[in-house]
Structures are given as structure tokens and as C-alpha cells.
């Protein structure tokens, strides 16, 4: 995707990138306007928002603040993805920096 350079360096780890689209969810959530970011995310990672976006703990920090959106169906699309992925994010708060993947677990509803 356009998120991914060709090199394999993830926007979802660029120290600054992260940050922007991390604060720019939370403010679309915040607003409770619509959400052409939500939604372009949810379209370009449809299926894959585990396995792309939160392969870094970053990312993770980034799919959590998406789960936030007030649009209710892509909320409901965006919960059905996680529960699908929870055994895939556990596995990944083995070893250091786990925070991200740690927040979005707690996040994900039973």
C-alpha cells in the first residue's frame, strides 16, 4: 500500500508519521465528524489491520485510536477484525515494547 515504502519501512514505525495519523484518528473521534482518514484506513488494510498495522507496536497505537471512530459500521468492522486477531496480538507482548500492543488488547471488546 501507499503506507509502505518500497525499502519495507512501515509509516506505521517512522518516529513522526505514527504520531500524525495517531493524533489525526483521535481527533476525527474526538469531533465526531466524519472520518475520511478511518475510512481510508479501513478500505486500504480491509481484512489485514492486525497483520499490517499493528505488526509494530506503534501501529498498534494506531489501530487502537482507529477503533475509536464514532462511524458505527466501520466500529463494528474494525471490532470483528481485532477479535479475529487477538491470538496474533498477544503473541506479540512477549519481549520489550509492548505498550501499543498491550492498549489495544484491553481495548478489544469480549
Not at 31 to 57: F, I, R
Not at 88 to 106: F, I, N, P, S, V
Request: aromatic share 4%; charged share 25%; hydrophobic share 35%.
Amino acid at each position: 500500500t501507499a503506507m509502505d515504502s518500497e525499502e519495507g519501512e512501515s509509516l506505521w514505525e517512522h518516529p513522526v508519521a505514527h504520531v500524525l495519523v495517531k493524533n489525526w484518528l483521535k481527533t476525527e473521534s474526538e469531533h465526531d465528524c466524519a472520518s475520511p482518514m478511518a475510512t481510508a484506513l479501513c478500505q486500504a488494510y480491509k481484512g489485514k489491520l492486525v497483520s499490517k498495522m499493528a505488526q509494530t507496536n506503534r501501529g498498534a497505537f494506531c489501530l487502537l485510536a482507529l477503533s475509536s471512530t464514532t462511524d458505527a459500521n466501520l466500529k463494528k468492522s474494525i471490532a470483528q477484525e481485532l477479535k479475529k486477531g487477538r491470538k496474533e496480538l498477544t503473541k506479540k507482548c512477549d519481549g520489550t515494547h509492548t505498550k501499543g500492543y498491550e492498549a489495544l488488547l484491553a481495548a478489544i471488546p469480549k
